[in-house]
């Protein structure tokens, strides 16, 4: 399965985002078996505005992209395949 990376800007505040989050769980869940929200990061800009990277697992872009279309309440700002993961311990110094 494909890991791709979601990049989103949300257009509610950040008390919102816990039923925003479970929102998107029960789509997934109910329209998109095939799909596996891995984890997200959340930050908050400047401005106050609520930004997300989420990992999901998904045989293809547009189904993550169906996905994102039917949550609402967003932009999606990008969709990028997830080519590998890194650590520090993976360049040791010695």
């Not at 095939?34 to 400047?46: A, G, L, N, P, R």
């Not at 994102?68 to 650590?87: K, P, R």
């Amino acid at each position: 399965m494909t890991k791709f990376l979601i990049e989103r800007t949300f257009h509610v505040g950040e008390k919102d985002m816990p039923e925003v989050s479970r929102r998107s769980k029960r789509i997934a869940i109910d329209n998109y078996p095939e799909i596996t929200w891995d984890h997200s990061h959340v930050v908050i800009d400047k401005a106050g505005t609520v930004k997300t990277y989420c990992v999901y697992d998904a045989p293809t872009e547009e189904i993550v992209r169906s996905h994102a279309a039917e949550l609402g309440l967003h932009d999606v700002n990008g969709v990028y395949e997830i080519a590998g993961d890194v650590t520090p311990d993976d360049f040791p110094l010695d």
